[in-house]
């Protein structure tokens, strides 16, 4: 079974119109699901179709300077061939790490197979030097201003990155290879 789909929780600016965003990702997207927070201030979206990697620049184009959203964490599954994390704000890109999969034998990154959807987006800093070819945008600037932007412990996603190492093993499991993620910025993953 293929796991090509995405995900993202967008939250939204104080006194956007939770019902019209919701609106506009059902019409995007036949194959999906659309949900908020009962407080209408997070709205959760996957999609299950051959669009599906749309998803991340449409959120791109909601965190803009003016949209309705404030941030928003996008996650790519791009089945046997990787998977993306992005997290948005306004201007751009604050965080990217694409999970490329491994060569059994050697442990290398296999990065003539596929590669990230979403490096179009415009990043808010400079891509670092790193040892992880999926390192996109994930060096100490961004992991600090992904800490700043979720409010959460810079520690906690320090240990994300961690964690990272190994998720190129669930590759092809729905869900799991973003785990590392979604668990240090609080985000749950619905089951909807």
Not at 48 to 61: I, N, Q, T
Not at 119 to 136: Q, R, Y
Not at 164 to 188: R, Y
């Amino acid at each position: 079974m293929s796991s090509y789909m995405s995900a993202a929780w967008l939250d939204l600016v104080p006194g956007a119109d939770a019902e019209t965003v919701l609106t506009l990702f059902r019409e995007q997207f036949e194959e999906g699901f659309a949900t908020q927070t009962p407080d209408g201030t997070r709205l959760e979206v996957h999609v299950f179709s051959v669009g599906y990697a749309r998803l991340g620049a449409l959120c791109a184009e909601l965190v803009a300077e003016g949209g309705p959203g404030r941030r928003a964490f996008v996650v790519l599954d791009h089945d046997e061939f990787g998977g993306e994390v992005v997290a948005l704000a306004p201007g751009g890109r604050v965080y990217h790490f694409y999970i490329y999969p491994r060569d059994e034998e050697t442990g290398e990154a296999c990065t003539d197979e596929g590669g990230p959807a979403l490096d179009d987006v415009p990043a808010l800093s400079a891509p670092e030097p790193s040892d992880e070819p999926g390192a996109v945008l994930a060096g100490p600037v961004a992991r600090e201003r992904l800490a700043r932007l979720y409010e959460v412990p810079l520690d906690r996603v320090e240990e994300a990155d961690r964690r990272a190492a190994d998720a190129h093993e669930s590759l092809g499991i729905i869900g799991v290879p973003f785990e590392p993620w979604l668990d240090a910025l609080g985000i749950e993953w619905s089951e909807a």
